[in-house]
């Protein structure tokens, strides 16, 4: 198969998002076979993989923050960006390079060809091999879809992270909390400790057999620690946080939201387990600065974030039903006369269970 050659960045992201026509493809077959014709570039850095269906982001740029701030090169792989595609793979807060993108592509184009892989499936390649080449030490890398055969689950990560459970994605993960459970609960390695947020006891009991199985070690968050929140503003919150490992007092958060709380429960659970395993002292200044300087780390934006104050203008990325419940608690923070919402959403998603939800809120 002829490789195509591309000399200018914009007709290489185009030929990327050109691949999003061939859809999902929910299997190991394609991400294996780049991987073997990049020589494996997963297993030249240490990595912590996140499943969930919400607060995948948060927890993900949570964990990048404070190992960076621990003095690591940290890579962090999310998806989906907002206005950039480079978003979705930092090294230390900076984006991957275009230069980068443009050889990656024309190297592999040969392969793509061939063997016609997803958009998702090339995007991870490029994360993997980039994160290889910089030479990162660890890399903390959010799942696309579910767990079981998203195409980051060829990682034999440190620890193991699910966030929550809800309905999405249902044509490939089933549309049952136990189905979606136990696909999200693919990601559970063998010895691999793992994490898991809050969810109901139907998932907790789904994960504490799989966990069973792999003899993996499984913490639940809520059990470990305790977040109080102080006081908060529109653009975040000072919490309290008490623990098994670790209690801190008057921590700021830079994105509002009570949902938030379990992420950060989730979040330092993780960590106590990175550091125990890795044999890492993370101290008070390391979490603090990994909270605080979170946006700047991770680029994590559109969280319920506020992005104009006259006219006041939030914006939100939210895309199932328990996400939208959130933003409902979030207005709380806000001070309005009026509200207006402007709603989009997939069709594939429950948009009129969402849509019914938010009109109740709106004014508009």
């Known amino acids: 198969m002829n490789k195509i050659k591309f000399t200018n960045y914009e007709k290489c992201i185009d030929y990327l998002f050109n691949l999003e026509r061939r859809g999902i493809k929910y299997n190991l077959k394609n991400i294996t076979s780049l991987l073997k014709t990049l020589n494996n570039p997963e297993r030249n850095f240490k990595s912590v993989h996140i499943a969930g269906t919400n607060g995948k982001g948060s927890v993900s740029s949570i964990i990048n923050s404070v190992l960076i701030e621990k003095g690591f090169k940290t890579g962090l792989y999310t998806s989906p960006h907002i206005k950039d595609f480079r978003e979705r793979i930092l090294i230390n807060g900076s984006m991957i390079s275009k230069k980068f993108i443009l050889d990656f ?43 079981r055969l998203d195409s980051t689950n060829v990682l034999m990560p440190v620890v193991s992270v699910i966030t929550s459970i809800g309905i999405d994605h249902t044509e490939f993960l089933g549309n049952t909390i136990k189905s979606i459970s136990t696909e999200k609960a693919g990601i559970i390695k063998t010895n691999v400790p793992v994490v898991s947020g809050k969810v109901t006891d139907e998932s907790g009991k789904v994960f504490k057999n799989i966990a069973k199985e792999k003899n993996a070690a ?53 960590l106590d387990l990175i550091s125990n395993k890795e044999n890492i002292v993370f101290d008070k200044v390391n979490f603090k600065n990994g909270f605080k300087n979170l946006r700047i780390n991770s680029n994590l934006y559109g969280r319920f974030e506020l992005i104009s104050k006259d006219p006041k203008i939030v914006i939100d990325v939210s895309h199932n039903l328990q996400g939208i419940k959130n933003i409902s608690e979030n207005l709380k923070c806000f001070k309005f006369k009026k509200l207006i919402i402007i709603f989009a959403m997939m069709d594939d998603k429950q948009f009129k269970d969402c849509l019914l939800y938010t009109s109740d809120a709106a004014d508009e």
């Open 105 to 147: 592509v024309n190297k592999l184009s040969g392969e793509i060809e061939k063997i016609k892989p997803s958009f998702f499936e090339v995007t991870t390649a490029l994360a993997f091999e980039y994160f290889s080449f910089r030479k990162v030490k660890y890399a903390v890398i959010e799942t696309g879809l579910g767990g």
């Open 218 to 270: 499984l913490l639940f968050a809520d059990n470990n620690y305790k977040v109080k929140i102080i006081n908060s503003d529109e653009k975040g919150f000072k919490f309290n946080l008490k623990g098994s490992e670790r209690s801190y007092e008057n921590f700021y958060f830079p994105v509002p939201g009570d949902y938030q709380i379990n992420n950060i429960k989730t979040s330092v659970t993780a």
